[in-house]
Nanobody, 115 residues
Framework: QVQLVESGGGLVQAGGSLRLSCAAS????????MVWYRQAPGKERELVAV???????DYADSVKGRFTISRDNAKNTVYLQMTSLKPEDTAMYYC?????????WGRGTQVTVSS
């Protein structure tokens, strides 16, 4: 059984930082890519960051230079370090994994940035 559990969300002031975590189980974590998405109310889901099994990364233009995705294969965990947060970063953040032809999702963690 595949499980993805996000944590680390909360309320922060604009300009502040948060570190999100996603703990994975039931998958061969070290050989798959991991993805962070976000979705605000009434908005489409947006891809935020991707990290490959080899550690290469890519980011949405809106977060490039402010967010960093990383992974710790020993802990089966992917992280999203968010700095210089803006009110427009407010959203539910989801961890996702493409695994054996299926996309798996966590339940999300809420990030709210006040101005």
């Amino acid at each position: 059984q595949v499980q993805l559990v996000e944590s680390g969300g909360g309320l922060v002031q604009a300009g502040g930082s948060l570190r999100l975590s996603c703990a994975a189980s039931g998958i061969m974590f070290s050989i798959i890519a991991m993805v962070w998405y976000r979705q605000a109310p009434g908005k489409e889901r947006e891809l935020v960051a991707v990290i490959s099994s080899g550690g290469s990364t890519d980011y949405a233009d809106s977060v490039k230079g402010r967010f960093t995705i990383s992974r710790d294969n020993a802990k089966n965990t992917v992280y999203l370090q968010m700095t210089s947060l803006k009110p427009e970063d407010t959203a539910m953040y989801y961890c996702a994994a493409p695994y054996e032809g299926v996309g798996y999702w966590g339940r999300g963690t809420q990030v709210t940035v006040s101005s």
